[in-house]
């Protein structure tokens, strides 16, 4: 399982109220919505590795 941390997110109130109504849209919560786009743009970069595999030098 996971971990998960809390941080301050300074952003554009127009990005923010965009991503409220996509997030609405999508049945999610704001926070799980910000969550789901972030892992969608580092897995179409190759930037994030599957469950149970490790990259190398991790």
Not at 15 to 41: C, H
Request: charged residues 30%; glycine residues 6%.
């Amino acid at each position: 399982m996971s971990s998960r941390k809390a941080f301050a997110l300074r952003i554009d109130e127009k990005i923010l109220t965009a991503m409220q109504r996509w997030a609405n849209d999508d049945l999610r919560s704001l926070n799980a919505q910000i969550e789901f786009v972030l892992r969608e743009a580092l897995r179409t970069q190759g930037r994030l590795t599957p469950p149970g595999e490790q990259r190398q030098g991790d």
